[in-house]
């Protein structure tokens, strides 16, 4: 039965010769659009230039499209704050990068504020950051770019600067510094409508930092009575006692955590954590040693899987009725015990990132009320303590420096006085320590692991990448054979 799909086979090794070849086709053929293109552009602003006798945008992740049927003799620029430099007009059309806002009227169009622009009766939303265009999928992109490069088709398009109308007829100003414009009687969030939200009275929601205070944010927004993500009206009333969550670790930063300290509950993005599970209680606000933010309640510790989107319990909870402080970035006090973070990666030869992984450590053989913290050293880079003969480093770095883990367990007094000595500490010097062994991991019982797990797609793409091989190498076998 396999012969008889030979064709197909051959076919696939046709397509992945074909892209092979383009790729070094593209490689080798110089710049975009024309090999002379940099050298001999007229640039007008960054984004906008023209090339023997035409007008080009640049699409940021794309590269530099022509702006079709524009002018060069009478393209202008679109006057206005940095922000709106991928806006441009000739006689006829106002451009986005290299497509049309329609019916917006060259001679009259202005820009208004946050990326809106409007001629008094059509007004547009256009970010100045380009966009992933989620209709064209990488297949799709990959055989129209091989096709462009073989000079079959027009460039394809997977990058955008995202456009939305708002309702004709408006007379809108900009709100707040970000995305926001309004009506009499609507307010705008990068164009798209907040429903019910009362456009005079329309604020952002505050980020709660560990350290630095608060500032406005960017993401969560209030009307005095509804709350909002960007555009979105969730099912919660506004609170005093909200604020969005301030991190420092780059991971855990990746999505932003709406927190009620009166009700305990908890948004992250526009989704909510089961309320059922509430009151929800954060551990740790920095989040230097972690990959995930995490959450005592009442039958366990809780994190957001930002790879399949929902909230997972990742086991118990782990100090009981105790309260906990955070004595130290990531390390806490609950009763007489000591915790910390640390963060692992598991990374496959072929298959790559497999999980990321945030552990709850439990410090051994120490008690919370016999630890000293030393006078002197460096508070950004981190802490020295002592508990009778044994020493600790409590970081402040993180695991973007390399330092995985919250507490380490220094090898005698010389080196604790080293570090709290030490005025122009470097982050080397710290990793030097460790790998000389002078600075080493604490014996510690894991508690709890929160776990995100990339391996899904990863094994299930090598899995069908084997298969096709192994298919045909047996359909070769077997028709050598049959000519045998």
């Not at 991190?247 to 509950?265: F, K």
């Not at 883990?405 to 080196?415: C, G, H, N, P, R």
Request: net charge neutral; aromatic share 12%; charged share 25%.
């Amino acid at each position: 039965m396999l012969p008889k799909y030979r064709y197909l086979f051959f076919a696939a090794a046709a397509i992945l010769v074909l892209s092979a070849g383009t790729l070094l086709f593209t490689l080798l053929s110089g710049s975009d659009p024309a090999p002379d293109f940099e050298e001999k552009k007229k640039d007008l602003n960054g984004i906008f230039s023209t090339y023997n006798g035409k007008v080009y945008a640049l699409v940021p992740s794309n590269g530099y499209y022509e702006v079709s049927g524009a002018r060069p003799e009478t393209f202008r620029i679109l006057s206005g704050e940095y922000r709106d430099s991928h806006i441009g007009y000739d006689g006829r059309y106002v451009y986005a990068g290299n497509l049309i806002l329609k019916d917006l009227r060259p001679d009259r169009t202005i820009a208004i504020g946050n990326n809106y622009y409007t001629d008094g009766t059509t007004t547009w939303y256009c970010s100045g950051i380009s966009e992933t265009d989620e209709s064209l999928g990488a297949l799709a992109y990959t055989i129209q770019f091989t096709g462009y490069r073989w000079g079959l088709n027009a460039k394809p398009q997977s990058y955008r600067y995202p456009s939305v109308e708002l309702p004709k007829g408006g007379k809108y100003q900009p709100r707040l510094g970000q995305d926001i414009a309004v009506s009499s009687r609507q307010a705008f969030y990068k164009g798209l409508p907040m429903p019910e939200a009362d456009p005079g009275q329309l604020r952002p929601l505050m980020i709660q930092y560990r350290e630095r205070g608060e500032r406005p944010g960017v993401d969560y927004f209030t009307d005095g009575k509804r709350v909002y993500y960007h555009h979105q009206l969730l099912s919660l009333a506004y609170s005093p006692d909200l604020y969005e969550l301030g991190i420092e670790g780059d991971l855990p930063s990746r999505n932003t955590y709406l927190l009620d300290h009166r009700s305990g509950r908890v948004y992250v993005d526009d989704q909510p954590f089961d309320p059922s599970k509430a009151p929800y209680r954060l551990l740790g606000r920095s989040l230097i040693h972690s990959a995930h933010v995490l959450f005592t309640a009442k039958d366990g510790l809780y994190f957001y899987n930002a790879e399949n989107k929902e909230t997972e319990r990742a086991g118990d909870h782990p100090f009981g009725q105790q309260p906990v402080e955070e004595m130290a970035p990531d390390v806490f006090r609950s009763g007489d015990k000591i915790y910390y973070l640390s963060v692992s990666e598991s990374w496959g030869r072929k298959t790559g990132l497999q999980n990321r992984r945030t552990h709850l450590q439990e410090l051994d053989g120490v008690r919370a009320s016999e630890l000293r913290k030393f006078p002197g050293g460096n508070p950004a880079y981190g802490s020295v303590w002592q508990s009778g003969h044994r020493y600790f480093y409590f970081d402040a770095l993180g695991s973007s420096q390399l330092m995985q883990s919250a507490l380490y367990e220094i090898k005698d007094a010389s080196v604790a006085r080293q570090l709290t000595a030490a005025a122009d500490l470097r982050s080397d010097d710290l990793r030097d320590l460790m790998d000389s062994g002078a600075l080493k991991e604490a014996g510690s019982t894991t508690v709890v692991t929160a776990t995100t797990d990339y391996r899904k797609f990863g094994n299930l793409a090598y899995w069908i990448i084997g298969g096709i091989v192994l298919i045909l190498l047996l359909s070769l076998t077997m028709k050598n054979k049959k000519k045998a």
